[in-house]
């Protein structure tokens, strides 16, 4: 059984422990965090769980397979360099980084060891976003016209990190497990209304090749929580609505067509389809215990994560660009 140890139990961190703990394929080691309160709740509900302050005796100790780090995200770069450099696989959780580069050279030093390196990226373990990326391959959407997603709340406020890295990741995380093309561009506008603070409310378009748009709005200033999808395709249109109880994922038969006389390029008949809505049935697993018996898998077999080192790079990479087109205003970034 892997032996996991969890560096951070803030938010995050119970919920990493709570299901490496219920997976049935792991079993936590030892947690580490600075706050002394936070390991008394650890060792309140989990009187086996080794407890410390010092991340490095996680590191140190050669009964731990695996490390989860659940830290602020300018931490994330230094820990899992130690961990991997400790002969330890890594979860990170998201972002992975506070820059490609640095992404680079963890996906480097994890090849080098031939260690699972992995983002904690929940939404591509979701039953609902799963459906969706089954849908889309089927071909029962068609050609992907657009993404469409709105994902506001009020608060919680990040002092390190704008509504982009905090928020508006998870929908590129869903795009990149989605979609087979990736942006080729983006462009971003967004503004802080607390002094010296990151921006709060921000807007991202995304650019394909492919006759693909893809559009997400954030925002910790919202009046209510919401957390909608629109995805519209030639043939479907499919609307994702993540705060739903049961009817997370609805298929509308829903669409246009258009009949352009080659005769005449100004006379054009568009002709609209109303069909059937249909709510497909979803896995409801938590996707966490999902995705922490991925990582699990991946070290047993050799796998590569869904939420690899590689796409945690790229999400980084577009987060990274649409920090940079908002401080231009809205200029269009080309990604590598």
Not at 100 to 129: N, Q, W
Not at 195 to 212: G, I, R
Request: charged share 25%; with cysteine; aromatic share 8%.
């Amino acid at each position: 059984m892997l032996k996991v140890g969890v560096v951070g139990y803030g938010y995050w961190g119970p919920n990493l422990v709570r299901n490496f703990i219920e997976s049935g394929v792991s079993r936590v080691q030892a947690v580490s965090d600075l706050n002394p309160s936070r390991l008394e709740l650890v060792k309140m509900r989990y009187p086996t769980v080794e407890v410390t302050a010092q991340h490095e005796d996680l590191f140190r100790e050669p009964a731990i397979d695996a490390i989860a780090i659940a830290t602020p995200v300018a931490t994330h770069f230094d820990l899992a360099m130690a961990a991997l450099k400790a002969g330890k696989h890594v979860l990170i959780e998201k972002p992975m980084a506070d820059t490609s580069e640095r992404c680079l050279r963890l996906i480097d030093e994890a090849a080098r060891r031939k260690k699972v390196l992995m983002v904690d990226h929940t939404f591509p373990y979701t039953g609902a976003v799963r459906k969706i990326r089954d849908l889309i391959q089927a071909g029962e959407l068609g050609d992907i016209y657009y993404y469409d997603s709105l994902r506001i709340n009020l608060g919680l406020f990040q002092h390190d990190v704008s509504v982009i890295w905090d928020l508006a990741v998870h929908d590129l995380s869903i795009i990149d497990f989605l979609f087979r093309d990736k942006p080729v561009a983006v462009s971003a506008t967004g503004i802080s209304h607390v002094k010296s603070q990151p921006e709060n409310v921000a807007y991202l378009a995304l650019y394909f090749d492919c006759n693909t748009i893809a559009h997400i709005n954030v925002n910790w200033l919202a009046p209510v929580k919401l957390r909608t999808t629109l995805i519209g395709g030639s043939k479907k249109m499919i609307v994702y609505d993540d705060l739903e109880a049961t009817e997370k994922v609805k298929v509308y038969d829903k669409g246009v067509s258009i009949e352009t006389n080659p005769d005449n390029i100004y006379q054009m008949r568009v002709g609209y389809r109303a069909g059937d809505m249909w709510a497909p049935q979803i896995d409801g697993t938590e996707s966490l215990r999902t995705l922490v018996r991925h990582f699990v898998d991946c070290i047993d077999t050799g796998e590569v994560p869904i939420t690899s080192g590689e796409c945690g790079c790229r999400i980084v990479r577009i987060m990274e660009a649409a920090t940079e087109s908002m401080a231009k205003r809205g200029e269009q970034v080309r990604l590598n």
